[in-house]
């Protein structure tokens, strides 16, 4: 940590808006990357070489390699909720904080969900092709027919703040909730989002529709992949707005192309930003570039919270949104 006479030193990985940029230059040294383009793992090493704290998005891996020479790193904040990025073991292990932005983008990304589930349902990504492209003749009776999300039963896989929000907005429209989460919820909140538990395999079979809403932990990988989508409906959608190593894409592409299943939203891809070229081929699938989180006022809250819990971090004080919360005790 820098000495309380000079200013603490910190490295900004990517382009951000600038009234943060004026937050941090009025309490440290920046290091600015302003490219919206992640660096290199060598290059990252080398600007955390020189630190006190650093601000990164979920595309930064901060791991061995890239901790290889950060000596003198305290903090490490994510401007993200998502912390599969990080090493927390390691962070831990080198006393360096790490943490996170929950809550504020809870709702954005609940909309999202809803947003792909709907349109991948009602088909309309692939609708909206097919209009563009000057195949529609006529208006008919069977034409374009999709699955209702009213009063259908959602299955939500992971059942956090954002499962939640989900399954608030899913009692709006009339749906059973079923839940499948790492433990069963307190009653309370199963009572305020009037969800019930059941087992992964339950969910799979009995929900019209199921949303991919956990975290990305090593037994998480491929957590839906050709067993999984065996057992959905055929007339089901698979939404994913979590991480894209959750769904074993080539099993998807293959249970979209033969009707295992109905149909598929994802947010988030396990190459990500490069897109499995089967996923670009199959009509019945709504593809997002990452957007969960993306609207002005969440983004801009996101940047404030990442800022906040690295400057609570550079002033010895507990940060809001600490992970790695042991190097506190
Ligand atoms: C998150 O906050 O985890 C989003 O996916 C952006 O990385």
């Known amino acids: 940590m820098a000495s309380s006479m000079s200013k603490p030193k910190i490295f900004v990985a990517r382009q951000i808006f600038p009234e943060g940029l004026e937050r941090l230059r009025a309490i440290a040294?920046?290091?600015y990357n302003d490219q919206s383009v992640p660096l290199s793992p060598v290059d990252l090493s080398l600007r955390l070489a020189h630190v006190d704290g650093?601000?990164?998005?979920?595309?930064?891996?901060i791991d061995a390699q890239t901790l290889s020479q950060a000596h003198r790193l305290?903090?490490?904040?994510?401007?993200?909720?998502?912390?599969?990025?990080?090493?927390?073991?390691?962070?831990?292990e080198k006393n360096i904080l790490a943490t996170n932005t929950p809550e504020v983008l809870t709702d954005t990304t609940a909309d999202m969900g809803f947003l792909l589930l709907m349109a991948a349902a009602r088909r309309l990504s692939e609708g909206e092709h097919w209009l563009r492209a000057g195949h529609w003749q006529n208006w008919s009776l069977g034409g374009m027919m999709g699955m209702d999300i009213h009063h259908s039963t959602i299955g939500v896989m992971g059942m956090g703040r954002i499962g939640q929000a989900i399954a608030k907005r899913a009692l709006a429209?009339?749906?059973?909730?079923?839940?499948?989460?790492?433990?069963?919820?307190?009653?309370?909140?199963?009572?305020?989002?009037?969800?019930t538990y059941v087992t992964k395999e339950e969910l799979l079979k009995t929900a019209d529709h199921v949303m991919l809403v956990m975290p990305y932990v090593p037994e998480n990988h491929h957590f839906i992949g050709e067993k999984e989508l065996a057992l959905m409906k055929s007339t089901a959608t698979l939404v994913n707005i979590a991480r894209g190593g959750i769904v074993d894409e080539n099993a998807l592409i293959h249970a979209l192309k033969n009707q295992i299943i109905f149909s598929a939203g994802l947010d988030v891809y396990e190459g990500e930003p490069n897109i499995h070229p089967g996923l670009l081929e199959v009509p019945n699938i709504v593809?997002?570039?990452?957007?969960?989180?993306?609207?002005?006022?969440?983004?801009?809250?996101?940047?404030?919270?990442?800022?906040?819990?690295?400057?609570?971090?550079?002033?010895h004080q507990q940060p809001p949104n600490l992970i790695n919360t042991d190097l506190w005790k």
Do not use: W
């Open 287 to 315: 593809l997002a570039p990452h957007i969960g989180s993306a609207t002005q006022k969440t983004r801009l809250a996101m940047m404030h919270l990442a800022i906040d819990n690295l400057i609570a971090g550079l002033n």
């Open 54 to 61: 650093a601000l990164v998005t979920g595309s930064e891996k």
């Open 29 to 31: 040294e920046v290091d």
């Open 74 to 92: 305290k903090i490490v904040s994510n401007i993200a909720v998502g912390f599969n990025n990080f090493d927390i073991q390691l962070l831990t």
């Open 173 to 195: 429209f009339g749906m059973t909730v079923i839940y499948y989460n790492r433990r069963q919820l307190p009653k309370e909140i199963e009572k305020e989002c009037q969800a």
